[in-house]
């Protein structure tokens, strides 16, 4: 069969379907093909998992001259191709993607709901936003949702009908690759102290990690409150704040943030850290905070307990999923006295370190990419049977 993935950005096909693709070639006997905007090494990328690649330009914004242009160029890709199921990620791909698959009759339909983008939008954009998550659900045959918190979150909005929504396993998309990437085994000692090195952090440092983007959501400016909190309470320790990402415009960081960001010199920023070197980064931390007010599932939250460090997540979103409260992790809310309260139990270092190796341990049990990948292949079998 012959199977088209649909996606908006080459970094999301690379970093978080990965070898999904040459394992549904190998295990399932498919023949895989994908669309995305061009760039980010995907052309390399598919030559080395032997899938069908064909670029398409697909951008974030409303743009009705350049998303009817896209349009037309994966409905011809699909009708030249002869393609029998297509399988849509995030907003633009997931509309366009269902879109082409309808008017071209393809016989197997599937839209992915990573998250809730609506959720924290108001008035006027929020509407627009619930009904194009509905017109996607009612072109779709099946809607894979990647934690039980969204596939909630759509039922309070009407969004599906019933039993159109689907949850494999425990959730995410394709789940975390625990034994050749996020493996704390595989990280030396040098690889640790050369950015310990790079960053000024010794062994008597407290290191809170974050790591996503810097917008509003994420919850920054409440992980900044807090840890200017902890550190007044705690003027006998070394605490430090260790800050992965890049800012986006979109739901942007007030400007005085950024600015403290980038140049308060107890804050360590880094930017930008390619993927294939993050795990490395979260072997630094001494435990990683996703104080987020909207998210689908949390995949660092994943990433980071793969490689032994704890989680502080907040409880009310998708990333509640990823942690077992008080055993791998700890269950935050929106303010940021719960912050300082979950940060403050993490100063025990023996109390962390077995959270920690207790996080390890429920990632591979239940989010090793091989357990997510089968469930996504027995699922594609049988619907099509």
Not at 52 to 75: E, F, G, W
Request: aromatic share 10%; charged share 25%; proline share 2%.
């Amino acid at each position: 069969m012959k199977i088209l993935e649909i996606i908006n950005l080459p970094s999301s096909a690379i970093n978080f379907i990965g070898d999904q693709f040459r394992y549904f070639k190998e295990a399932g006997g498919h023949e895989m093909h994908l669309i995305c905007s061009p760039g980010g090494g995907i052309e390399k990328f598919c030559e080395k998992n032997n899938v069908h690649y064909y670029p398409v330009q697909m951008n974030r914004q409303i743009s009705v001259t350049d998303d009817l242009k896209a349009l037309y160029r994966i409905c011809s890709y699909i009708r030249n191709n002869n393609i029998d199921m297509v399988i849509a990620h995030q907003a633009k791909g997931r509309l366009l993607g269902m879109m082409a698959a309808c008017i071209c009759g393809v016989k197997y339909k599937i839209a992915f709901a990573h998250g809730v983008v609506y959720e924290t939008m108001k008035g006027l954009k929020r509407t627009l936003m619930v009904w194009n998550d509905k017109l996607v659900s009612t072109m779709a045959d099946k809607v894979i949702c990647v934690s039980k918190y969204v596939i909630e979150e759509r039922k309070k909005s009407n969004i599906d009908k019933d039993g159109k929504c689907v949850l494999l396993g425990k959730g995410s998309c394709n789940g975390v690759d625990t034994i050749y990437k996020f493996n704390p085994d595989l990280v030396s000692a040098s690889d640790i102290n050369e950015i310990e090195e790079k960053y000024g952090f010794t062994a008597d440092d407290f290191i809170i990690g974050f790591c996503g983007r810097l917008v509003r959501d994420k919850g920054v400016i409440e992980l900044l409150q807090a840890y200017d909190s902890l550190k007044a309470q705690h003027t006998d320790l070394s605490i430090k704040l260790f800050i992965i990402g890049q800012p986006e415009q979109r739901d942007g960081l007030p400007a005085e943030t950024l600015f403290r960001l980038q140049n308060d010199n107890t804050i360590t920023y880094t930017g930008y850290i390619p993927f294939e070197n993050i795990q490395k980064y979260y072997m630094v931390m001494d435990v990683l905070v996703l104080p987020t007010h909207r998210e689908g599932f949390g995949m660092v939250s994943v990433e980071a307990q793969a490689m032994g460090v704890p989680a502080i997540v907040s409880d009310y979103t998708g990333c509640a999923e990823t942690i077992i409260n008080g055993e791998t992790g700890l269950y935050i809310d929106r303010t940021t006295k719960s912050i300082v309260s979950a940060l403050d139990k993490m100063l025990d270092k023996v109390y962390r370190n077995k959270l920690g190796q207790q996080a390890r341990k429920f990632i591979v049990e239940n989010f090793e990419h091989t357990i997510v990948r089968k469930h996504m292949l027995d699922f594609i079998n049988n619907m099509i049977r």
